[in-house]
């Protein structure tokens, strides 16, 4: 049973009007991005500080990721047709999954500088606009991650959440650069080398956290307690048993599968009518769940049916 779209995301928000809030927040994102990367990138290359370039690489991975955001955004909102019955969401998870490869990216593209460093060069030119330029992007980068976190929550957003994670590694990454940049400044060359290696740690636990919890929804991983689910089922006075709980999907588009067990002799009328009974009870209980599927079985001492032992 699907329910009406306005119940089915958080705080009764349409999935149009979801979706033009998750928008909202990625196109303002995209604008700082594009502002703090050009700033990074540009003074990097003029000072050659190895550390404020790559970093400065990591926010243009930002950006990008931002527009890849907008794309999938508008294939996900399209509601469900013959081709995708279970609507397009999904699109959003492969955009986050996306946002995590480009991530990895940026992690080997910043190893490649580390490398380069290593090697020996030039000592970076360290003055007053590094470090107004280091302190600003951390404020802004804490800022719009603070701001795509309280989003995500409140919209149910996967795309909005893992960029949010992805802006929060910029923000530990230029604490780093500040740390490599004052080391430089003090009469150590090779801070700005180990200021970068503390980069690509931040970048690449990013990466790992963002593309596992993408997988986890692409590999169907449970995503509700399903003993919490019978618990919340078997409160109904009719339901003699509940069984076989399954669930997938991701925040605000969660699907769930179970059994039910009634007295042999219940009319097909009544046990329809505590099937949807059921079903409103758990959408309530679980306003994320998008669609519940149930199965009706007379009751038996034992379940005579082709499910894993370990779900029964």
């Not at 509940?242 to 769930?256: A, D, K, L």
Request: charged share 20%.
């Amino acid at each position: 049973m699907n329910r009406d779209s306005t119940r089915i995301e958080a705080g009764d928000l349409s999935r149009d009007e979801r979706s033009r809030q998750v928008r909202r927040v990625l196109w303002v994102t995209l604008a700082l991005n594009i502002l703090v990367a050009v700033a990074k990138t540009g003074y990097g290359y003029w000072s050659g500080i190895i550390s404020l370039q790559a970093d400065g690489f990591h926010t243009m991975f930002d950006a990008a990721n931002n527009i890849i955001g907008l794309v999938a955004l508008g294939i996900a909102r399209k509601p469900p047709d013959r081709e995708h019955p279970y609507g397009h969401k999904r699109f959003e998870v492969a955009a986050s999954m996306g946002i995590g490869i480009m991530i990895f990216l940026g992690f080997l593209e910043l190893g490649r500088a580390v490398w380069r460093s290593a090697e020996g060069g030039p000592e970076p030119t360290i003055g007053p606009g590094a470090y107004w330029i280091v302190v600003v992007t951390v404020l802004v980068n804490i800022g719009i991650s603070v701001w795509e976190t309280r989003e995500g929550e409140r919209l149910n957003s996967m795309l909005l959440k893992s960029d949010a994670a992805h802006t929060f590694s910029d923000s530990l990454a230029a604490g780093a650069v500040l740390v490599g940049i004052t080391l430089v400044d003090f009469g150590f060359p090779a801070g700005d080398t180990i200021a970068a290696l503390a980069v690509m740690g931040f970048i690449g636990m990013t990466a790992y956290r963002v593309l596992r919890d993408t997988v986890d929804v692409l590999v169907d991983s449970s995503f509700l307690n399903p003993k919490e689910i019978q618990k919340r089922v078997e409160q109904h006075d009719a339901v003699l048993s509940c069984h076989y709980v399954r669930s997938r999907g991701m925040p605000g588009h969660i699907h769930v599968d179970l059994h039910l067990s009634l007295d042999p002799n219940t009319n097909l009328r009544r046990a329809g009518d505590i099937m949807v009974e059921v079903k409103e009870a758990l959408y309530e209980e679980y306003p994320n769940v998008e669609d519940i599927l149930v199965q009706l079985e007379p009751h038996t001492e034992a379940h005579v049916e082709d499910v894993p032992e370990k779900l029964i």
